[in-house]
């Protein structure tokens, strides 16, 4: 038998929170941007990736960071994320344990790329993909 439809107040409430969501993330954006900077900053001050281009424990600010870590690509974190991908369980990349690896859709230069994840990445992308 077919599923009777929703409650239009129950939808519309949905509707509301959702977009309330999205309010409040995107609201001060700059403001949330140097916050979460500073919170994986500090999660990750002693990581193998970030002192070996010299952020350690007491350089993690946004402005020695900025002024520090040059833009990568892929191809310059490959050779940490082959060591993550062979078993290498210590702190490359990320202080939490890499729980998986997603892979890219190949639509950039035709390859498909490994992303390492943890495993708190998986409740924020559930969390994306309720919308």
Do not use: W
């Amino acid at each position: 038998m077919p599923e009777a439809p929703k409650d239009q107040t129950s939808v519309a409430e949905n509707n509301k929170r959702k977009l309330e969501f999205i309010e409040d993330v995107t609201r001060n954006a700059d403001e949330v941007q140097k916050r979460v900077l500073a919170e994986i900053l500090s999660r990750n001050a002693d990581v193998e990736y970030l002192k070996r281009h010299g952020l350690t424990g007491g350089q993690v600010d946004r402005h020695t960071f900025k002024k520090i870590m040059p833009v990568v690509t892929y191809e310059d974190i490959l050779p940490d994320i082959n060591r993550i991908a062979n078993g290498d369980m210590s702190p490359i990349l990320c202080f939490r344990p890499i729980s998986e690896f997603l892979t890219s859709s190949g639509t950039s230069g035709g390859e498909r790329k490994m992303m390492p994840t943890i495993e708190e990445e998986l409740g924020r992308r559930s969390l994306l993909t309720a919308f």
